[in-house]
């Protein structure tokens, strides 16, 4: 498999819970190489990453799939509302910031600046 089409099945495997850099995935390879625990072979201009035999050894011998344990108890739904409303929102911030005049923006800076006090303030509970 290629390195990002580790990360996709990563992606895949956790539900959308777990998806690694490419910034962690690549180094964790290198030193799997380094190892002994995989080989790679360029192909088309990437690489292509095989477990050796000690690496299939050493992966039946490890914990169980990580990524299992990765959406366990996620409340997927609740995760899709607060996505919706995250994206919402800098989209609407985004339109201010392209479009809106200098005020307009600094109104929207300001709102963005309350929002994020505010959402601290809730969990120190007040008010």
Same mark, same amino acid.
């Given at each position: 498999m290629h390195g990002?089409? +580790?990360i996709q099945e990563i992606g895949e495997r956790s539900g959308g819970a777990w998806r690694p850099s490419p910034g962690s995935v690549y180094?964790?390879?290198? +030193?799997?190489e380094d190892e002994g625990l995989i080989t790679s072979e360029?192909? %088309? %201009?990437?690489?292509?990453?095989?477990?050796t035999e000690a690496g299939s050894t050493a992966a039946a011998e490890g914990p169980e799939a990580p990524w299992d344990?990765?959406?366990r108890g996620v409340d997927w739904e609740t995760m899709n509302e607060i996505?919706?409303? %995250?994206? %919402?929102l800098m989209e609407a911030f985004g339109q201010v910031w392209k479009t809106g005049t200098a005020d307009q923006r600094q109104k929207a800076l300001t709102v963005i600046n309350d929002a994020r006090k505010k959402l601290y303030l809730i969990l120190a509970d007040e008010d």
């Open positions: 990002y089409e +580790m180094p964790t390879l290198q +030193m799997l360029s192909e %088309g %201009g990437k690489k292509l990453f095989t477990l344990d990765a959406g996505r919706q409303a %995250g994206f %919402g």
